[in-house]
């Protein structure tokens, strides 16, 4: 499968930044419904908050979302998952293989469409992303993840008993 000592480096889809704005478009289409009904009621508000919506939308597009998706990262070392993500606020996690409980690889609609998914990583009390990573490559993180999920659990506790599930 892979060498204990190798980093795997997962790279997002050539289509996130595409997926990304598709997302946003779908969004700013079910906001505007409201703002409509917002502009019958009061044209002052909704006024403004329709031209707020013009101005955040073309910086959102040509640069948010580009720079989102240059600064996602993630990494797979020998004892954890590292994610890196962030534009105005930087996120970084790193989740120990120990700590995982389950992952799930899935697909939005969208993500169908540009054969892209998400691998989701669960832990108690806590859930991190993988988002927008090419199909099979999510299909071979998966899968070594799960690998290494298995050989944790089959290697125990500190005292050698295998971990209740």
């Not at 990304?20 to 505007?32: A, G, H, N, P, Q």
């Not at 669960?122 to 999920?149: C, F, T, V």
């Amino acid at each position: 499968m892979r060498k204990k000592n190798d980093d795997v480096k997962i790279s997002p889809s050539p289509y996130a930044e595409t997926i990304w704005r598709v997302d946003l478009s779908l969004f700013i289409i079910l906001l505007i419904i409201p703002v409509i009904a917002i502009c019958f009621a009061s044209p002052l508000i909704g006024g403004v908050i329709g031209v707020i919506l013009l101005v955040v939308y073309p910086i959102m597009m040509r640069y948010i979302i580009p720079a989102y998706v240059r600064s996602c990262s993630c990494r797979l070392t020998k004892d954890c998952i590292e994610i890196r993500r962030g534009v105005f606020f930087y996120h970084s996690v790193q989740i120990s293989f120990s700590s995982l409980q389950y992952c799930v690889l899935s697909q939005d609609v969208i993500q169908r469409v540009f054969q892209s998914c998400s691998i989701g990583l669960r832990m108690a009390g806590a859930s991190a992303a993988i988002r927008h990573i090419p199909l099979e490559n999510g299909r071979k993180i998966k899968a070594i993840i799960d690998s290494i999920m298995m050989e944790e659990y089959e290697r125990g506790d500190e005292n050698g008993a295998p971990k209740e599930i």
